[in-house]
């Protein structure tokens, strides 16, 4: 279950100790927690999670179990990748763990990503479960990655540890496990408190692209 605290100004949502896969349920926790980082005017975001995994993305289970509702579930999940990419603050995701598919997507739509050093990978793993991006996933990708680095994760499954991501820029920083979340409010406290709605408007500018596709209107 997600839950919501603050470091000074700065608001810290954790997702979860278990695999947090996004089941509907889950996707309504974490908009209501973001209803609440919007109306209490946190300086920024940091997004973590407790124990092995960030995220591993698609909740498979209930899609399989539910597939007449396939659509509406991936909709959902672009809703989602689509908010957190225009939050009116900075954003952060401190990569506890494993960040996997639309968990790593998740990652991908925050402004700045800190990955634990001694444990976790980062990987899109499609290309070897024969799940195609939808092209509002491939297109948030290769919006925020350079191409070189788009074309080997998208297409090999390869899983990156923190070094080998850093490298490649899937991250901005790496850290110890003690330190993940710290060095990712590092990163955002001396970006200081900005306007909401023109933040807001500044990134639907410069990822407008992106959030065409992930509605659907490409």
């Known amino acids: 279950m997600p839950t919501l605290r603050h470091h000074d100004a700065i608001a810290v949502l954790d997702l979860g100790d278990g695999e947090n896969r996004f089941s509907p349920d889950l996707l309504t926790e974490i908009h209501a927690h973001l209803d609440t980082v919007v109306a209490d005017g946190a300086a920024a975001l940091v997004t973590t999670a407790t124990g092995k995994f960030y995220s591993n993305g698609l909740d498979l289970d209930w899609l399989t179990a539910n597939g007449d509702r396939a659509t509406e579930y991936v909709e959902a999940v672009h809703t989602l990748f689509g908010r957190v990419l225009t939050l009116p603050m900075p954003t952060a995701a401190a990569l506890n763990g494993h960040a996997f598919g639309a968990g790593a ?24 479960i024969r799940i195609p991006f939808t092209n509002g996933m491939a297109a948030l990708i290769q919006a925020k990655v350079p191409p070189k680095t788009a074309v080997a994760a998208m297409t090999t499954g390869r899983r990156y540890d923190a070094e080998t991501a850093l490298a490649v820029d899937l991250i901005d920083a790496t850290a110890p496990e003690t330190e993940i979340v710290d060095t ?10 900005k ?23 490409d």
């Open 105 to 128: 997507m998740l990652a991908i739509a925050h402004d700045y990503r800190v990955m634990r050093t001694e444990r976790g990978y980062f990987c899109f793993p499609e290309a070897d």
């Open 184 to 193: 990712a409010l590092g990163l955002l406290a001396p970006i200081g408190v």
């Open 195 to 217: 306007d909401q709605p023109t933040m807001t408007a500044i990134k639907s500018v410069m990822f407008a692209g992106v959030l065409d596709a992930l509605r659907g209107k």
